[in-house]
């Protein structure tokens, strides 16, 4: 299997622009697409970013021209640069990957979250 760890979260004024990093160990070469999603207090889990093998990415309207997803594979870590941060960006930040563990299985790996609470 594939364990993930994130790093970064804390307490953050607004305007802040701190780093996520998620860390992958265990079977790593089976990891495809990568992803981070939030959920804030009383709110469902969303995609923020997603990226891809490729280094294809997508983002949540929401943190575009803010936040930028990017990947280390050499290193099989995952990052999250925010930038501008806004209080509603306080949430839970979870580091998720799909793993290809069969040629049509694929399975999903999650993160146990990093708090990031915006607040002066």
């Known amino acids: 299997q594939v364990q993930l760890a994130e790093s970064g979260g804390g307490l953050v004024q607004p305007g802040g622009s701190p780093r996520l990093t998620c860390t992958a160990s265990?079977?790593?070469?089976?990891?495809?697409?990568m992803a981070w999603y939030r959920q804030a207090p009383g709110k469902e889990r969303e995609s923020v970013a997603q990226?891809?093998?490729?280094?294809?990415?997508k983002y949540v309207d929401s943190v575009k021209d803010r936040f930028t997803i990017s990947r280390d594979n050499a290193k099989n870590t995952l990052y999250l640069q925010m930038n501008k941060l806004k209080p509603e960006d306080t949430a839970v930040y979870y580091c998720?990957?799909?793993?290809?563990?069969?040629?049509?299985?694929?399975?999903?790996?999650w993160g146990q979250g990093t708090l990031v609470t915006v607040s002066s």
């Open positions: 998720h990957a799909v793993l290809q563990v069969s040629i049509e299985g694929k399975v999903e790996v």
């Open positions: 265990g079977r790593v070469f089976q990891i495809t697409t």
């Open positions: 990226i891809s093998s490729d280094g294809d990415t």
